[in-house]
């Protein structure tokens, strides 16, 4: 048979997993289009730097963020919300790339959600040691959309747990390529990210770059 045949020389098949009702992991959605999602990520963070933000209770984040789309999330001292403006340049958010709102868009028909149309795409920047602590996103004023999560370079354990903070987690391994769409039932379940480990991905050297898509409002 052809597909055994050539199991090791063509490029992975992406697969799906279900980790909840409304939340499904696909597998290496991202790998066929990854050169053209990188280009334009690239420009993105040049015209909108990463940086570290504050949380309202003073403490800085270990993860470096930027945003494109008509509106970016952004926290300081007065709180978490969604901006038009990025504050560090006092310009508009970069535009949302076509390619990153059509990742998005196949991504969530994929998961079961139909003309998904984001207007906010937050980019995290992970290196080793940083993480995200168990939050909800819940900053949204529309919760019949779900989230679509992209990750890039260094794999990262993510922590999926329930509608309550203290709720089990369970664990799972996020890399290169791999999407999960999140919405219905789950959207909002706490989730979190376990510190990075040391390694060196082949593209993204020692970071990992996740997107998160939303429709804020
Ligand atoms: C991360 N992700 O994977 C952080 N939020 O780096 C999130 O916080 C997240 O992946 C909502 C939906 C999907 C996510
Ligand atoms: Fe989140």
């Known amino acids: 048979m052809t597909g055994d045949l050539f199991a090791g020389v063509t490029e992975a098949q992406p697969s799906r997993e279900t980790m909840a009702e409304g939340a499904v992991l696909l597998r290496g959605f991202v790998l066929a289009r990854q050169d053209e999602l990188l280009a334009a990520l690239r420009e993105v963070i040049a ?8 949380t309202p209770g003073g403490f800085t984040m270990s993860v470096a963020m930027t945003n494109c789309g008509k509106v970016g999330w952004v926290t300081d001292r007065r709180g978490y919300r969604y901006d038009a403006g990025d504050p560090e340049s006092g310009k508009p958010w970069p535009a949302m790339p076509p390619v990153l709102s059509a990742l998005a868009r196949d991504a969530a028909e994929a998961g079961g959600f139909k003309d998904f149309a984001p207007d906010a795409c937050l980019i995290n920047r992970y290196v080793p040691g940083a993480k995200m602590s168990l939050h909800q996103d819940k900053d949204e004023t ?18 999926f747990g329930g509608l309550k903070r203290s709720d089990k987690t369970q664990r799972y391994r996020l890399t290169h390529g791999d999407v999960v769409v999140w919405g219905g039932p789950s959207r909002l379940f706490y989730h979190g990210v376990a510190p990075l480990a040391e390694g060196e991905h082949p593209l993204l050297k020692r970071q990992r770059i996740n997107l998160t898509f939303r429709k804020t409002a």
């Open 47 to 54: 015209a909108a730097p990463f940086r570290h933000m504050v």
């Open 142 to 159: 529309d919760f019949s959309a779900p989230i679509v999560s992209v990750s890039l370079g260094l794999p990262a354990t993510f922590l």
